[in-house]
């Protein structure tokens, strides 16, 4: 993501006496039930990278429930990744590791040598970052994933040109309206364009609070 404007702009809060260690609402509402989906529907072995992983709440979250998988988390972010290493060393954990700073819409993440990787995640991502970011994301998938490794997406999505709220549609006139090249990404007519094309296919879509939708894709 290269965008100067970043989901830091969003409502943050600290949590630490230096400034660094951000906490945010949204992340506190949806972490129960996006780790719910998550422990459904990936690997509970093996090795996780997560890109864009902001204030680093999820990785500490998901990762303390999975002590047999080795997570990588990290964010292009220079705020995102102090952050995300205030809550890495109040976490303790030892199969938690970062922050990176891949920036998912380059050619190359630097991190190619430490995969494969069983398991890649996204969470509220590519609607806030050029389309370019989702490109990269799926080009990366195809590099970086073992074979039946999978791509967890999180995030709001439209269906066959259809937002699945009106709540969806006005968040997607408010993200354009920010930056046009931001945006609700369509299942149909974004990604399985861009599945097809990087070896991946859709394996389940799961409903989630809020408007939101876990996309869940295996590597073929």
Do not use: C
């Amino acid at each position: 993501m290269t965008n100067k404007q970043t989901p830091f702009e969003t409502a943050l809060e600290n949590r630490d006496s230096d400034g660094t260690k951000l906490f945010s609402p949204s992340t506190a509402r949806n972490r129960d039930p996006i780790r719910k989906t998550f422990l459904e529907t990936m690997p509970h072995t093996g090795k996780i990278l997560e890109v864009g992983a902001g204030t680093g709440e999820h990785a500490v979250h998901i990762a303390s429930a999975l002590p047999d998988v080795t997570w990588h988390t990290g964010d292009p972010d220079p705020s995102a990744r102090a952050s995300i290493m205030a809550w890495l060393r109040d976490a303790a954990l030892p199969n938690l590791s970062g922050p990176h700073a891949i920036d998912v819409s380059t050619e190359e993440w630097g991190i190619e040598a430490d995969g494969p990787f069983d398991g890649l995640l996204s969470i509220n991502m590519i609607h806030i970052a050029p389309f370019a970011a989702a490109q990269g994301l799926f080009a990366g998938a195809e590099r970086i994933l073992a074979p039946a490794g999978k791509l967890f997406l999180y995030g709001p999505f439209s269906k066959d040109g259809i937002h699945i709220s009106p709540s969806n549609e006005t968040f997607d006139r408010s993200l354009k309206s920010r930056n046009p090249h931001w945006g609700i990404r369509d299942i149909d007519a974004d990604l399985l364009p861009l599945a097809e094309k990087n070896g991946l296919s859709l394996e389940r879509i799961v409903s989630m609070p809020a408007n939101n939708l876990s996309l869940i894709l295996r590597k073929n």
